[in-house]
């Protein structure tokens, strides 16, 4: 009998400890969740002062996930929306150089992750504009972010709302080699898959004075993700989208280097340099930069498949 009511009293113990324990994870997940929530939201990003980089060509991202404004008497053209944390930034850097967040009439995507489409919808809300995306890319974005190339912890993250990013309205979709005009502006898609089925470089003419140069703004040159997780191995379908890609765009004759993330184009120095130098344009126009990363990308995507043999 003694040992029957010792028996009861220790599960009884237990069950007290485990919903002690369970209380005490359902408070720290209420507690730091929200935080955790509104951590990548932000993705750690700090503000960067906005300014002109040729023409009617203007970066308004912040310190590393890149934001182009293009102006123009009919309209604006915003390329990319950051996280979903950093539209806010992006719209207090359209305004401090003197424009209005209204006039943006297109909105464009480099690819659908979380940094660069997360803040679409925010800021197609405030400026009313049209959403064009390549239609590789469009079922990821309208899902928020969920894609069968992602990891599968990944799309756990997404689903559980952590990493989902609120879906913009799709207006249009395009194909490679689509031209989207609005006024005086216009931009060439050149889909350059691989980090994204979808992944777009946006190539387009700027006018700086009597010369007209060629902006690139190339959609992503890293690999979709770290080869040693889990073993993951490029399919023949990958493969041939980025062998594809490289080819694209050494094809481009660019002039002014620009990328989806501020390091790749040496953001930081150029932004440094254009103060000192005589023509602030100068730094910006970087054909050999631009060729450069592109073989370095290349050599990586080879060694990784040779690794993979």
């Given at each position: 009998?003694i040992?029957?009511?010792r028996t009861k009293s220790g599960k009884?113990r237990?069950?007290?400890?485990l919903?002690?324990?369970a209380?005490l ?8 969740v929200p935080k955790?929530k509104?951590?990548i939201?932000?993705?750690g990003?700090l503000?960067?002062?906005?300014f002109r980089?040729?023409g009617?060509?203007?970066?308004v991202?912040s310190?590393?996930v890149t ?6 008497p009919?309209?604006?053209v915003?390329?990319d ?6 539209a806010?930034?992006?719209l ?6 003197g424009f209005?967040?209204?006039?943006v009439?297109i909105?464009?995507?480099s690819?659908?992750h ?6 679409l919808?925010a800021l197609?809300?405030?400026?009313g504009?049209q959403?064009?995306v ?8 309208s899902?928020g972010?969920?894609s069968?190339r992602?990891?599968a912890p990944?799309n756990w993250?997404i689903?559980?709302g ?5 879906a913009p309205q ?5 194909k490679d080699?689509a ?9 060439t ?8 089925p979808g992944c777009t470089t946006w190539a ?8 007209e140069?060629?902006a ?6 890293s690999l979709?993700m770290?080869?040693?997780l889990?073993?993951?191995?490029y399919?023949?379908t990958?493969r041939?989208?980025?062998?594809r890609?490289f ?5 481009l ?8 993330h ?10 440094e340099e ?14 050999k930069?631009?060729l ?5 990308a ?7 498949l040779?690794?993979?043999q």
């Open positions: 009998m040992s029957t009511v009884n237990k069950r007290r400890i919903a002690g324990i209380v994870l359902v408070v720290a997940a209420l507690l730091v955790w509104v951590a939201n932000n993705g990003q503000p960067r002062q906005p980089i040729a009617n060509l203007y970066y991202g310190r590393d934001c182009f404004l293009l102006t123009g009919e309209g604006h915003l390329i929306g950051g996280y979903p944390g950093t806010p930034m992006i207090k850097n359209i305004a401090t150089l209005r967040i209204t006039d009439k909105l464009l995507n690819h659908a979380f940094d660069h489409a997360g803040g919808a197609q809300q405030a400026s504009a959403l064009w390549s239609e590789a890319d469009a079922a990821m974005i899902s972010g969920i069968y992602n990891m990944v993250l689903y559980s952590l990493m989902r990013y609120p799709i207006d249009h979709q395009f080699g031209q989207i005009s609005l006024g005086p502006i216009r931009l898609a050149h889909v350059t898959a691989g980090h994204t387009f003419p700027v006018q700086d004075g009597k010369r140069l060629l690139v703004s190339i959609g992503s040159l979709p770290p080869t040693s889990f073993n993951w191995k399919d023949a990958l041939h989208e980025l062998e890609s080819v694209t765009l050494r094809s004759p660019a002039d002014i280097y620009l990328s989806s501020a390091r790749p184009f040496s953001l930081k120095r150029k932004f254009r103060t000192a130098a005589k023509d602030p344009v100068t730094p910006f126009i970087d054909r930069g631009y450069e990363d592109i073989k370095k290349e050599a990586q995507f080879c060694k990784t040779e690794e993979q």
